[in-house]
């Protein structure tokens, strides 16, 4: 129990498809601004190309999208996704915040201000933006979704079961949902109840190899450490999967003190979830 709480943001929240912070060029968008300034937007083609390339690739390229029409919504949204990815989480929040100020009803820019939000530990500033976004599309399982993850991170228990209900209800057995909800059981220290949504989600054919890995870290942190083993060399790169068996093994023995190479039991929770992260590899 005492080191749930610590494994909230360990768990991937998949809804979110977000990903570690990555060594880059810290500064894509500036260096994109000085380029855009005298070119028309890019063609559908081009922007489709770029859509397929890495989170770095492509804040360069929606920053200069955006440089060159600032009222283009997609380009601010793409641009926010990106630098989220990339773990710039306050940079994906202030381009999100940038479209919804020309486009002040646009979903998909309210869902990635609240992505940004939940994923920079301020979930609190994301629920206003998500509520927003459950009004304005009450059939869309997303905004109930993410609202379960916000609602979670600032204690709103009640409120975050219920989101997650009526997303699933809205979309049954969607993987991502159920995968929201896993987190929050394991944070409350309930790793079989965990288990169990997420063998559900595995279980849909829409599941991806982010829920397989949660799942395998649940197995491990109950010391299911076989179960775990199989999924993780079948989801990773040997080297990937040694280090994500080393680090479970250092946590699953019930009571123990994490080894000398990871991170004690009071580390904050951003520390454990970098750990985590870094070793599934974004």
Do not use: C
Not at 131 to 145: G, K, M
């Amino acid at each position: 129990m005492s080191r749930m709480p610590a494994l909230l943001a360990t768990v991937a929240l998949i809804a979110l498809s977000g990903g570690p912070a990555l060594a880059a060029d810290p500064t894509p968008a500036t260096t994109a601004q000085t380029q855009a300034q005298t070119r028309a937007s890019s063609s559908a083609a081009v922007r489709a190309t770029y859509d397929r390339m890495d989170a770095l690739s492509r804040s360069v390229f929606w920053a200069s999208e955006q440089q060159a029409d600032p009222t283009d919504a997609t380009a601010g949204v793409k641009l926010a996704q990106a630098l989220r990815e990339l773990g710039r989480y306050d940079q994906a929040a202030e381009a999100a915040q940038a479209t919804l100020t020309v486009q002040p009803n646009n979903l998909d820019a309210l869902l990635e201000l609240g992505r940004a939000h939940i994923a920079r530990g301020q979930a609190f500033y994301g629920v206003a933006p998500l509520e927003q976004a459950r009004n304005q599309a009450p059939r869309d399982w997303r905004a109930y979704s993410l609202l379960g993850v916000a609602y979670e991170q600032v204690r709103r228990t009640d409120d975050a079961r219920a989101a997650w209900n009526q997303a699933l209800a809205l979309s049954p057995d969607n993987p991502d949902v159920l995968t929201n909800a896993a987190t929050a059981a394991l944070t409350h220290g309930d790793a079989p109840g965990a288990e169990t949504l997420l063998r559900r989600a595995v279980a849909q054919p829409t599941a991806s190899a982010k829920v397989r890995q949660n799942l395998a870290m649940v197995l491990g942190l109950q010391g299911k450490m076989g179960e775990a083993e199989q999924i993780l060399r079948r989801e990773l790169p040997p080297e990937q999967a040694e280090q994500n068996l080393r680090w479970l093994r250092a946590r699953s023995t019930a009571g123990a003190a994490p080894s000398s190479g990871g991170a004690p039991a009071n580390t904050p929770t951003t520390d454990t979830a970098r750990t985590w992260n870094s070793l599934q590899g974004g």
